[in-house]
């Protein structure tokens, strides 16, 4: 999967990778790391854009639908792995209240299989990204330790 996405939508693409947190990390985190919304990672990346105007596409990675829905539409030469769990009904007092919400969701078989498929083969194309922008998390740091192509790491 990750190859195939690579080759169709990366190859031959100079490509900005996005690990754009929302979610709990605002709350939980907030006090160490700052808090940020959509437009924060909006500005930064029209900053990155200005700074590198080799990039010709944006790859995008968020646990919140919210920010893939408006982060494609303000950078519309990007793309974002489609039809994967993101948070889509659950309010951010549940959110904080179940700090592990995303591995409790019963919406779908094998959810927590599933779930971890879809970690790594985001994880590994921004590993293969050119630039890589985001929050210091998880993701970020597995892209990093897998890195194949990162000539630049960008931290909000």
């Given amino acids: 999967k990750i190859d195939d996405i690579y080759e169709k939508e990366f190859k031959n693409e100079i490509v900005l990778g996005v690990m754009a947190r929302g979610s709990e990390y605002n709350f939980w985190h907030g006090d160490i ?4 919304n959509v437009d924060d990672y909006a500005n930064k990346i029209n900053e990155i854009l200005s700074l590198h105007s080799e990039i ?4 995008i990675v968020s646990d919140e639908t919210e920010y893939v829905e408006r982060l494609n539409e303000i950078f519309p030469s990007s793309y974002y792995v489609p039809n994967i769990f993101r948070k ?8 904080n209240k179940v700090p592990c919400w995303m591995n ?9 299989k599933l779930l971890g498929e879809e ?13 890589l922008f985001g929050r210091k998390c ?3 740091a597995g892209a ?3 890195n194949e192509n990162i000539k630049e790491l960008i931290t909000l």
């Avoid at 790391?33 to 940020?36: E, L, S």
């Avoid at 889509?88 to 959110?95: A, L, P, R």
């Fill in 33 to 36: 790391y700052g808090v940020y």
């Fill in 56 to 59: 010709t596409k944006i790859f």
């Fill in 88 to 95: 889509t009904d659950k309010t951010d007092e549940y959110i």
């Fill in 104 to 112: 409790v969701s019963k919406k779908r078989k094998d959810h927590c």
């Fill in 119 to 131: 970690t790594i083969i985001q994880t590994k194309l921004l590993s293969k990204c050119n630039i």
């Fill in 138 to 140: 998880g993701i970020l």
């Fill in 144 to 146: 990093v330790l897998w």
